[in-house]
Nanobody, 121 residues
């Protein structure tokens, strides 16, 4: 069984910073892409940033230059450093990791429980 545990959300003023982390544990053979997604009230869950095992990154346009995604492959952990936060960044943030639990190479997506990020004065 695989479990993803997120931490680091909270309340911050506009212009402030927060750091999120997401650690995977359990019966894990290999991890492929890792990413962060967010869902604001009344909206669909959208991608924020993703990172490949080799470190190639993707950012949605609205967070470019403000957010940074990194990963520690040995710790099976993905991080999201969020700077210059805006009220429109308010959402529940979810991590996702593509994980294989057996050596056959079959990967499936696993999600964290979500962590609330609120940007407000």
């Amino acid at each position: 069984q695989v479990k993803l545990v997120e931490s680091g959300g909270g309340l911050v003023q506009p212009g402030g910073s927060l750091s999120l982390s997401c650690a995977a544990s359990g019966s894990i053979f290999s991890v492929r892409s890792m990413g962060w997604y967010r869902q604001a009230p009344g909206k669909e869950r959208d991608v924020v940033a993703t990172i490949t095992p080799g470190g190639s990154t993707f950012y949605t346009e609205s967070v470019k230059g403000r957010f940074a995604i990194t990963r520690d492959n040995a710790k099976k952990t993905v991080y999201l450093q969020m700077n210059s936060l805006k009220p429109e960044d308010t959402a529940v943030y979810y991590c996702r990791q593509w994980i294989s639990t057996v050596p056959s190479g079959s990967y499936s997506p696993h999600w964290g429980q979500g962590t609330q990020v609120t940007v407000s004065s």
